[in-house]
């Protein structure tokens, strides 16, 4: 699949000051480290430029965040060399490092090494008030987004649409991401669409507060403790009420955010990379920037990595770290 990324270069302060990196100089040639993220509209998008921004320290390490279509396309990309690291879904990253799941029948992704656990991500299920949609089996019959192909959503909105009874030929699907759904629900032509990242997305936050109102669907009962029995990765989640205008509480369900990258890359590069993300600056950064930030914590850091193994310079940090024996 031919992923569609679109580079975005990370602010950087350029200047002798900012050479050092956490007090890490890096040994090899100066480094060149792209981070694939997702839509704009999307959260990893922000957050993986928050991070560039704050691990950067030119010019031995030029860090950059890049648009994308989400987990899958990240994937191929660092495969293909046109990403050095990437935001994964935890059970897309599990699925590639292993050649199961979606990845069944295609060549595993042995290269794949984890960097951290970042935050998790909740399953939105958005709809219009207007389409008096009350609960995932109301969709039949409906104009849903299921996002575009290379992303972790599309395989979420697949599985838990397929849990609960309804499949894709039981609703007229479009494959949009969530800023092109949003602004399709504003004049009908879209009736709902699924979005799984951190909250509050940008795209859902706009379509709340100057649409028409929304809701958010309940991923709950039987259908979503099944799913979760048979993806581990899937927890029980809540999106508080007042993330998005005029919507109460939503219990859903949650997957992990993974930073991954390559084998390929060295360890010197990895260290350093992986010692920013804890630094002071980066967590300065992380906390002001947005409001997923303040749960992309150091102690949550190894959290669900079990499926891909670590990375061997983020490794050494986190046995600097006290982290890991």
Do not use: C
């Not at 990309?77 to 699925?95: H, K, N, P, R, Y």
């Not at 991923?219 to 029995?229: D, M, N, P, R, V």
């Not at 992986?274 to 303040?294: C, M, N, Q, V």
């Amino acid at each position: 699949m031919q992923s569609k990324f679109t580079r975005r270069t990370a602010s950087i302060a350029l200047g002798l000051g900012a050479l050092a990196l956490s007090g890490v100089a890096l040994a090899q040639a100066p480094a060149f480290f792209r981070i694939g993220t997702g839509g704009t509209a999307g959260t990893y998008y922000p957050i993986g430029g928050l991070i560039a921004n704050a691990i950067s320290a030119p010019p031995q390490l030029v860090s950059t965040a890049v648009a994308s279509n989400g987990s899958v396309a990240n994937v191929n990309a660092i495969v293909g060399g046109a990403a050095e690291s990437g935001l994964v879904q935890a059970d897309v990253a599990f699925w590639a490092y292993s050649g199961t799941g979606v990845y069944d029948g295609k060549p595993k992704v042995a290269e794949l090494r984890s960097i951290a656990n970042l935050y998790p991500e909740s399953v939105h299920l958005v709809v219009r008030k207007a389409s008096n949609v009350k609960s995932v089996a109301d969709l039949k019959g409906k104009k849903v987004s299921l996002d575009e192909p290379g992303s972790g959503t599309l395989l979420n909105a697949k599985a838990i649409l397929a849990a609960f009874g309804v499949g894709e030929k039981d609703i007229s699907a479009e494959y949009l991401k969530p800023n092109q759904a949003a602004e399709k629900m504003k004049d009908g032509s879209v009736d709902a669409f699924f979005f799984t990242g951190g909250f509050p997305a940008a795209a859902i936050s706009e379509l709340a507060s100057t649409g028409s109102g929304i809701d958010i669907l309940p991923i709950t009962g039987a259908a979503a403790e099944k799913l979760a029995k048979e993806s581990p990765f899937f927890s029980a989640d809540e999106i508080p009420a007042g993330t998005y205008k005029d919507v109460g509480a939503v219990k859903t369900i949650a997957v992990g955010a993974h930073w991954v990258t390559s084998a390929k890359i060295s360890n010197d590069t990895v260290y350093a990379v992986t010692k920013g993300l804890w630094s002071d600056k980066t967590r300065a950064a992380l906390d002001a920037g947005h409001a997923k930030g303040k749960a992309i914590r150091k102690e949550t850091a190894l959290a669900g990595l079990q499926g891909v193994p670590l990375h061997p310079g983020a490794e050494k940090f986190y046995k600097e770290a006290g982290l890991l024996k």
